[in-house]
C-alpha cells in the first residue's frame, strides 16, 4: 500500500515537473520567436535603408569605382594633394594645362573630365606635369559614373 501511494507522489512529482518543465519550454520558444521577429525586423531594415539613401542611378556607384580603379591611391576628395591633384571641387574649376607643349588655361567640364580620365596623356595639369597617370582600361560606362560622383562630391561643399 506504502508503495502504490510512494508511487503516486512520485508520479505527482513528475507530473508537476513536466508542468513547469512545459512552461520553461513554451516560455523559451515564445522568447526565440520574438526574437526570430525582432531579426528580421532589423534585416529589413537593414536591407531598405541603403537603398533609400543611394540614388537610383546606376550600380556600381561612383564611390566603388574610385576604389575599384584604385582613383583614391592618388586622388584625394578632401582637397589635400597626394601624388595627383585633389579632385573634389574640380568641375567647371579653370586647370592650367600641358596640351601639345604649351600651357593653356581650360575649364573642367565634362569633356575635359572625361579625357583626363581616358587619356591622361593628352593634356596634363601643369602643377603635376612631372607626375604620371596611367591610363586606366575603363568601360564608358564607368567613366560617366566617376564624372557624375566628382561632380557631386563638389557641389556638397
Ligand atoms: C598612379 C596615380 C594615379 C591614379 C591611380 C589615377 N590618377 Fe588621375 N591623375 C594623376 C596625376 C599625377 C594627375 C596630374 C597629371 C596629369 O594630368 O596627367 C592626374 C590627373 C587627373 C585628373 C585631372 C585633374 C585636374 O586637376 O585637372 C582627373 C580628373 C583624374 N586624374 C581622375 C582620375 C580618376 C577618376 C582615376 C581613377 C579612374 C585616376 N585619376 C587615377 C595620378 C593618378
Known amino acids: 500500500m506504502k508503495k502504490i501511494i510512494n508511487y503516486l507522489l512520485n508520479f505527482r512529482f513528475f507530473v508537476r515537473m513536466f508542468r513547469t518543465y512545459k512552461l520553461l519550454m513554451i516560455a523559451i520558444i515564445l522568447l526565440s520567436s520574438c526574437r526570430q521577429g ?4 532589423e534585416g529589413n531594415t537593414d536591407i531598405t535603408q ?30 589635400g594633394v597626394m601624388y595627383g591633384p585633389p579632385l573634389n571641387g574640380i568641375f ?3 586647370v592650367n594645362v600641358i596640351r601639345q607643349g604649351r600651357e593653356i588655361t581650360v575649364v573642367a567640364d565634362r569633356d ?19 607626375k604620371t597617370m596611367p591610363k586606366p582600361v575603363i568601360p564608358e560606362d564607368d567613366v560617366e559614373t566617376l564624372i557624375d560622383y566628382l561632380i557631386k562630391t563638389g557641389e556638397k561643399e
Request: aromatic share 10%; proline share 9%; hydrophobic share 25%.
Open 92 to 94: 567647371m574649376k579653370e
Open 50 to 79: 541603403p537603398e533609400q539613401q543611394t540614388s537610383p542611378a546606376s550600380s556600381p556607384d561612383g564611390p566603388d569605382l574610385f576604389s575599384k580603379y584604385a582613383c583614391f591611391t592618388c586622388h584625394s576628395l578632401e582637397g
Open 38 to 41: 525582432n531579426d528580421n525586423n
Open 112 to 130: 575635359y573630365l572625361t579625357k583626363a580620365i581616358t587619356d591622361p596623356e593628352y593634356e596634363k595639369v601643369a602643377e603635376f606635369k612631372d
